[in-house]
Structures are given as C-alpha cells and as structure tokens.
C-alpha cells in the first residue's frame, strides 16, 4: 500500500463516519448538548471539517471549500471565515446551527473531494517536507497529516457518542 492509499482510506473513514453520525438527526437533534457546555454535533462536524478544510488546503496551496465554494454563506455563521472553531466559547458553539444534516454532509463532501485530490498525489518523499515553521520542532506534511487525521477521528468518536446519548434519552 502506498502513502497516497493509506490517507486516502483514512480520509474516507472519516467521511463515512460524519455521513453515519448525523443520518436521520433533525436541526435540533443536530444542536443538541448533553450539558450547557457541551459540544454539539453539528458543532463537532462542522469544526473538524474546518479544521481539514483549512490545514488541507494548506499544505496543498489551494483556496479553501469553506470561502471559495460558497460554504461559509450558505452556513451564515456569524464568525470570521477564516475561524475554523479552534478554542471556541460555550456560546460559539451555540452559535452552530444547522437547517439540516445535508449541509453538514454537503461541506464534508466537498472538503473530502479536495482532500483525496490532494493526498492521492503524496508520496514517501512528500511526508518530511517542513509545511510549519512556528512549531518546535517544525512540522512536518506527515506529521500534519497525522494530526488532522486524529482530530477528525476523535470528533467523529464524540460526535457519534453524541448521537447515542441523545437517541438514548
């Protein structure tokens, strides 16, 4: 298996894993949080997908799904459109409303479709080139792979404990 295989199988993991986590939930559903300072799931999503959107596009030297096709308006979040939800408040992530799961999906979808654009092309050779300099040690394009992979990993995992607490309740 190649490295371009291998991430573009991660990377689809995780697309089936937001796709199954929001199936069948309604807008409320959606915003639904377990407490009053919980994340939501529509929250969840929507920020580990700005988080690939955003370190994909990069790393690739592409624009982002986010401003370039048009996500950003049709969320009408009332955030900058370079805010990815990196350190949100309690009542930022409030502020993640949703009129439905095919938004989520439909901006995954499109990230994911740049993503595999990108990542099917990266080789062995690729994965030590330095893409981050503020960090110390800097970052390398594996290890910032690595990092966006386990993030949405670990979103998907919440969101879907999300979901099972709510249809459990």
């Not at 990230?111 to 080789?123: F, P, Q, R």
């Amino acid at each position: 298996m190649t490295s371009a295989l291998l991430l573009t199988d991660a990377f689809g993991r995780i697309r089936e894993q937001v796709h199954g986590a929001v199936d069948g939930l309604t807008p409320q559903q959606l915003a639904y949080r377990a407490d009053a300072d919980a994340n939501s799931i529509a929250w969840l999503l929507w920020h580990l997908t700005r988080v690939e959107d955003d370190h994909i596009s990069d790393v690739a030297g592409t624009a982002q799904a986010w401003t370039e096709g048009g996500w950003a308006d049709r969320f009408g979040l009332p955030f900058d459109p370079s805010d990815t939800g990196y350190r949100h408040t309690s009542a930022q992530v409030a502020a993640v409303q949703v009129p439905s799961a095919d938004l989520l999906t439909g901006y995954q979808d499109a990230v994911h479709a740049e993503t595999v654009a990108y990542v099917s092309t990266v080789t062995d050779d690729d994965l030590p080139r330095v893409v981050d300099r503020s960090w110390d040690p800097p970052v390398t394009l594996g290890v910032r792979l690595v990092s966006v992979i386990s993030d949405c990993i670990e979103h998907t995992g919440q969101a879907a404990f999300v979901r099972g607490l709510l249809l459990r309740a």
